[in-house]
């Protein structure tokens, strides 16, 4: 398996342009979540989703972000209009609950966003 | 209640040595405590991870000590390599729910 696959590596766009990200996750796996990571405030949970359905998005920071998740397979998050404060690697992982006990979730290698 | 709180901020022990990084959590609906380990330029990967009805696991040089009386626990490397030089990270979730909440992290630094 390859893994969780996350693009683009790095975005670095203008502020006001909408950015989105991408995720597909390990092939099998019903849980899908994405996680903010800055210096300040460490890995943060923004919103994850089981069986596609989003389930808590109590950690997106406002309604600039938003996440779809289509089809099992395809997972993004949107951020319009785009901000300075929103520069950040952003992880996407999955997990498959049965196994969660022994195998723990799976991490993408992110994608480092900048915006200027 | 949501918090993991992670303890030190930062670590440098010398090769061989045992560093030491703890946790600890509030809510008591938390069933599983992993450890994560992020290298630069990488995402977390799992290390090892415990749940609440044992005292201690080991995986190698890998340790996690759970106290669940005081709500805490905590991740030693024995005969640390400057290979092991990485972030590290524990965090808490209900398994029933899967929410995985993380700690602050700590950078540890293993000296030749």
């Known amino acids: 398996d390859a893994g969780v696959i996350q693009s683009p590596r790095h975005e670095v766009t203008e502020m006001g342009q909408e950015v989105t990200l991408r995720c597909k996750p390990i092939?099998?796996?019903?849980?899908l979540f994405w996680y903010r990571q800055t210096m300040m405030r460490g890995l943060e949970l923004l919103i994850y989703?089981?069986?596609?359905?989003?389930?808590?998005d109590s950690g997106m920071p406002e309604d600039r972000f938003s996440a779809k998740m289509p089809n099992a397979s395809f997972s993004t998050l949107k951020i319009q209009p785009s901000e300075p404060r929103d520069s950040a690697v952003y992880f996407c992982a999955s997990s498959l609950a049965e196994v969660r006990g022994r195998k723990g979730y799976t991490f993408g290698s992110g994608t480092r966003l900048t915006v200027v | 209640q949501q918090q993991v709180k992670q303890s030190p901020q930062s670590l440098i022990v010398q090769k061989g040595g045992i560093p030491i990084i703890n946790c600890a959590y509030e809510?008591?609906?938390?069933?599983?405590f992993p450890w994560y380990q992020q290298f630069p330029g990488k995402g977390p990967a799992l290390l090892i991870a415990i749940r609440p009805d044992v005292s201690e696991k080991k995986e190698g040089r890998f340790t996690i000590s759970f106290n669940k009386s005081a709500k805490q626990f905590s991740l030693h490397i024995m005969d640390s390599q400057p290979g092991d030089s990485a972030t590290y990270f524990c965090a808490a979730t209900p398994m029933i729910t899967g929410k995985l909440i993380f700690g602050q992290g700590t950078t540890l630094q293993v000296k030749p």
């Open positions: 092939s099998g796996h019903d849980y």
């Open positions: 809510n008591t609906a938390f069933d599983y």
């Open positions: 989703f089981n069986n596609n359905v989003p389930i808590d």
